[in-house]
C-alpha cells in the first residue's frame, strides 16, 4: 500500500513523506507544520491522532462517526468534522482559510483540572 500510495502522489506531483515512528517533540513540531491537519480514520482508534492533533495547537480534519460526533459536542471548535466522501472538499476549504486548522482561542480541549475536579465534587456531593 505504502508503494502505491507513493507512486499516486509522484504522478500527481504532490510531496510525500513517511516518517515512522517520532518522538512526541518532533511529532508536535511537525503537526505544527503541516498545511492541513487530517485525521481520516473511521473507527475510535482515530482517538489518539486527533488528540495528537489537538495537543499541537491544530483543528484537524475527522471523518464523521459516532465518536467522532460525540467528541465534536464535547469539544466544540477543536475540530472540523467531514462527512463521507468529503475529504477532498475538506482539503480545499482548509487551504483557501488556513486559519481554521488551528485551534481558535478558547478553544476547550478538555478534560483538564479544572473539570476533573468538578466531576469529583459533584460526585462527592452525590454521597451525602
Aim: positive net charge; proline residues 5%.
Amino acid at each position: 500500500e505504502l508503494t502505491a500510495l507513493r507512486a499516486r502522489a509522484e504522478a500527481s506531483d504532490i510531496r510525500f513523506m513517511v516518517t515512522g515512528f517520532l518522538a512526541d517533540a518532533e511529532l508536535e513540531r511537525r503537526a505544527r507544520l503541516a498545511a492541513v491537519p487530517v485525521a481520516a480514520h473511521r473507527h475510535v482508534s482515530a482517538s489518539g491522532s486527533i488528540g495528537s492533533w489537538i495537543s499541537a495547537g491544530r483543528r484537524p480534519l475527522v471523518a464523521a462517526s459516532r465518536y467522532v460526533d460525540e467528541m465534536a459536542r464535547l469539544r466544540p471548535g477543536t475540530m472540523t468534522v467531514y462527512p463521507e466522501g468529503g475529504l477532498a472538499e475538506a482539503i480545499r476549504v482548509a487551504l483557501a482559510d488556513p486559519a481554521s486548522t488551528w485551534l481558535a482561542p478558547g478553544a476547550h480541549a478538555g478534560p483538564d483540572l479544572n473539570d476533573v475536579a468538578a466531576s469529583y465534587l459533584g460526585w462527592w456531593r452525590g454521597l451525602r
